[in-house]
């Protein structure tokens, strides 16, 4: 039985089918959810599963690959200038347009991948100065509707209901799931594991790293991509400003760290516990609410530097009482 | 002649690592790379496995099929044609099981037969793990958490599932006792005698390379000092003087 868990999950760090019926049923209870709440809810909901998502595609390239992006932000406006451009000025039908604006995000991924080259800092800063740099382009950009300096932005016509909406994201939501698990229990997730650790080494065992990286690059690009896309019209307006700020980058990175960085599970619950803290402190104390919410993140960053994930370790740690040292094996 | 380095040059900035360094490897041959420290024994791994282009020289692999130009291939692509290696600082992923290391390696295996579907790969991993004599019940522990010597058989494990032809070990004995040196010496020519692989054996404990070595090249400062057999080779006043220094008159 337990022999049998590393082929069998071989994904790295969680069991495949148990995950993905976890995500299904999680998806399920979110259908049934509309019905028993009010507009204001169900709103609050998107917004939330919205943080979730882009969180996520974060963490494939953040978290499970160790290459901390802060200009996650310029895959998610692409996507979702993609999609205004595609729906409002091409006219292009209207699913059709949020998968045009995960591609345009990928294909912005996969000519930027040699960026992949960097490490550490030096790619956080290339990332950084690659959003300040399509932000600029899409800023002045006649065709994005960026007219010199001042931002037009686009408006989109409400269409959809909100309920409509919470149920495209939800979607959205099962079907990227599913595909990060695809991914990391993949050969090429697998071999992640490794190429985190020690990239030498990864290329020593015969693991092509340049292919893993660019692929959870593209991937991660392409859900955020699908992620802006379905912001823009659900907010019916758009501007630089607005989507190509700093706020779109760093979200991902607080929630995901929050939550557990490189665990499927982590930027999920991450989501969840930070826009509930948040919603609760805006409704007691609206004044101070965001210093509230600062001190109350550095706190629990302090306790869990491993993020909420870690919770077990550090309550058993807390309540259990120390062990006496057991070797492994016997030396004699 | 199954491997076969030519002339090679190597230097970072102002500094030269390797000048001219040749050697044949013959087939089924267990070769030992000795010398003092900083001599470029792992620069010359790491060209062999291509992680570093040479600056001028050759190295050929030749298997049965062909022959292979190692100096202008990426590295992935040279340990799927076949050539295993360890590294000096042990480097695993600690917190995948000893299994799961093993596999790492074995799903990247191309050339015995194509290990695909989950069952054959499980079989060939666990042949891997056996060939070694990793403990049965260490395998599913965390990496983290195993002793050191058996961590050094990880790293042999993962190179050999790769099925190779030859296989290169940085310095693998260091950092373990006299008993845990010899268990892996023995299994190392046990593996050569099965498989009929070559070995390149990069070491400092003299008693592991006499034990296991058929020859042994010398290098100094980036130089071949000494290319022959072992016995000879401690005879041999050059490297008794890179080794211990003159003899004062």
Redesign the interface.
């Given at each position: 039985m337990k022999a049998n868990r590393a082929i069998k999950a071989k994904g790295v760090f969680i069991n495949r089918n148990r995950y993905m019926l976890l995500i299904l049923l999680a998806g399920f209870m979110l259908c049934l959810c509309p019905p028993f709440l009010n507009t204001y809810q169900v709103k609050f909901l998107s917004f939330l599963l919205i943080n979730i998502l882009i969180a996520c595609s974060w963490n494939l390239i953040g978290g499970f690959c160790n290459y901390f992006s802060f200009g996650h932000g310029v895959f998610f406006g692409i996507g979702a200038y993609a999609f205004a451009i595609a729906w409002v000025r091409f006219g292009i039908y209207f699913y059709l347009s949020l998968i045009l604006g995960g591609i345009m995000s990928a294909g912005v991924a996969l000519l930027m991948s040699p960026i992949l080259r960097l490490k550490g800092l030096n790619f956080a800063l290339a990332t950084l100065a690659l959003l300040e740099a399509v932000r600029i382009i899409f800023q002045k950009w006649g065709f994005t509707r960026g007219l010199k300096g001042f931002d037009a932005g686009w408006k989109f016509p409400m269409t959809l209901s909100d309920q409509h909406f919470f149920y495209l994201i939800v979607l959205v939501f099962i079907l990227m799931q599913i595909s990060l698990v695809g991914f990391m229990a993949s050969r090429y997730g697998f071999a992640s594991a490794a190429f985190k650790e020690d990239e030498l080494m990864a290329r020593g065992i015969g693991i092509n790293t340049t292919v893993c990286k660019i692929l959870a690059f593209i991937l991660s690009a392409f859900w955020a991509g699908v992620t802006g896309a379905i912001y823009a019209p659900m907010i019916t307006y758009i501007s630089t400003q607005s989507i190509f700020g700093i706020n779109w980058s760093i979200k991902p990175i607080v929630v995901s760290i929050f939550g557990g960085i490189g665990s499927l599970l982590g930027p999920i619950i991450g989501g969840i516990i930070l826009n509930a803290i948040d919603h609760f402190l805006w409704e007691r104390f609206l004044e101070y609410h965001t210093l509230i919410y600062g001190i109350l993140l550095i706190a629990i960053v302090l306790f869990l530097p491993k993020g909420f994930m870690d919770y077990k370790d550090r309550l058993t740690r807390l309540f259990q009482k120390k062990k006496p040292y057991r070797p492994i094996v016997d030396l004699d | 002649m199954m491997l076969d380095v030519i002339d090679i040059s190597k230097s970072f900035g102002g500094l030269s690592v390797l000048g001219n360094v040749g050697f044949g490897l013959k087939s089924g041959q267990i070769k030992g790379v000795i010398g003092p420290n900083g001599a470029g024994k792992t620069t010359l791994f790491n060209i062999i496995?291509g992680?570093y282009r040479p600056d001028s020289g050759q190295v050929h692999l030749y298997t049965n099929e062909s022959r292979l130009s190692l100096h202008c291939m990426?590295?992935?692509r040279i340990?799927?044609e076949g050539v295993?290696?360890t590294?000096q600082k042990p480097?695993?992923?600690?917190?995948?099981?000893v299994?799961?290391n093993a596999?790492?390696?074995a799903?990247?295996?191309h050339r015995r037969q194509p290990v695909c579907g989950?069952k054959k790969?499980?079989e060939w991993t666990e042949y891997c793990l056996e060939a070694v004599s990793i403990?049965p019940q260490?395998?599913?522990?965390e990496a983290s958490?195993?002793?050191i010597a058996?961590i050094k058989k990880i790293e042999f494990a993962?190179?050999i599932?790769?099925a190779p032809t030859l296989v290169l070990f940085d310095e693998i004995c260091s950092g373990l006792s006299r008993m845990e040196t010899d268990e892996l010496t023995a299994l190392i020519m046990a593996y050569r005698e099965k498989e009929g692989v070559s070995v390149l054996f990069v070491e400092h404990d003299l008693r592991a390379v006499k034990n296991v070595c058929d020859e042994v090249v010398v290098i100094d400062f980036g130089r071949v000092i000494f290319d022959g057999g072992i016995h000879d080779a401690f005879k041999d006043p050059k490297v008794i003087e890179a080794y211990i220094g003159e003899e004062r008159a």
């Open positions: - | 496995t992680v990426r590295p992935h340990a799927r295993g290696r590294f480097s695993i992923v600690w917190q995948l099981t299994f799961e596999l790492l390696g799903m990247n295996q989950r790969l499980k403990d260490m395998w599913h522990s958490k195993v002793p058996v993962r190179a599932a790769l």
